[in-house]
């Protein structure tokens, strides 16, 4: 495993706000929109994982988006996705799935089981403004397809970028992104190579680790200096093991204007997000 001379310190530690979404289901919002500027590329993040039908069984019926990409990494649970471009999948426990709405789509996201645990990601990823008004897109990635790689006492499910020299199942050339699901066992340690102007944070979701010296406790994102010169990070996890999700990306430096579930450059362009919307021109 690569050696860093340099590796990233934390810069905050962030815990995420409860709030819901859709049709009343229950989430945790750890990038949220005031985060949008610090992490470009990136727009938001909700953490979703409850044992409880009653806090996720609404699901999302059907909803808009332009402007961006969306990918949804189950962990657990069984989750349908049907859109106005035609496109039907089901995800599975590790399985993602990557949407590029681009100019428009309109989408519904909902449960395909009526008890049992419901968990995972759903990440929003910016696109340069050349793109955002591209022709939708859809890729269902079932678990098989997501490469793995692995160093002593780590496993790395590799959704976008690469890891320890494995590509991940995604690339995308105007950001850049990293996406790393990360397996760790008592102490291990894993660290990944990032370039120093890329944003970048972790997520624990399962026991505990440290970034650098600092410990980030379940349930919190390490939001990761941006040093000049910087290599990379580097993880260890505490005694009982950790699972954490690794994102990094190289950022649009875009102006951002969001309404809900548009996000555009301007608001001129938000306006006439809205009006095709209600005129039924992003079905």
């Given at each position: ?194 370039p120093d102007d890329h944003n970048a944070f972790v997520y624990v979701y399962r026991g505990e680790a440290a970034v650098g010296e600092v410990a980030v406790p379940r349930q919190r994102m390490a939001i ?60």
């Amino acid at each position: 495993m690569h050696t860093l001379q340099h590796p990233r310190s934390v810069e905050r530690l962030v815990a995420g706000r409860a709030t819901s979404d859709g049709a009343g289901v229950k989430l945790v919002r750890v990038l949220t929109q005031e985060l949008q500027r610090r992490l470009d590329p990136f727009l938001m993040l909700d953490a979703f994982g409850s044992d409880s039908r009653d806090d996720y069984i609404g699901g999302f019926p059907d909803h808009p988006h332009r402007g961006f990409e969306t990918v949804t990494y189950m962990l657990e649970g069984r989750m349908r996705h049907r859109d106005s471009a035609g496109n039907e999948g089901l995800l599975t426990g590790g399985a993602v799935q990557w949407m590029t709405a681009g100019r428009g789509v309109i989408h519904s996201e909902m449960p395909e089981q009526d008890d049992g645990r419901m968990e995972g990601f759903q990440l929003w990823l910016n696109l340069p403004a050349r793109d955002k008004m591209c022709p939708p897109w859809y890729r269902d990635i079932p678990p098989a397809d997501v490469p793995e790689a692995r160093a002593e006492g780590v496993t790395v499910r590799v959704i976008a970028g690469q890891a320890l020299g494995v590509p991940g199942a995604m690339q995308r050339e105007a950001t850049a992104p990293t996406y790393l699901d990360l397996h760790l066992q008592a102490g291990a340690r894993f660290v990944q190579e990032l370039p120093d102007d890329h944003n970048a944070f972790v997520y624990v979701y399962r026991g505990e680790a440290a970034v650098g010296e600092v410990a980030v406790p379940r349930q919190r994102m390490a939001i990761l200096a941006n040093t000049p010169g910087a290599d990379g990070v580097s993880l260890t996890a505490g005694p009982e093991g950790a699972r954490a999700i690794l994102v990094a990306g190289r950022p649009l430096r875009e102006p951002i204007a969001q309404y809900g579930p548009f996000v555009m450059n301007t608001q001129e362009e938000i306006y006439r997000a809205v009006e095709d919307f209600r005129a039924g021109r992003l079905a």
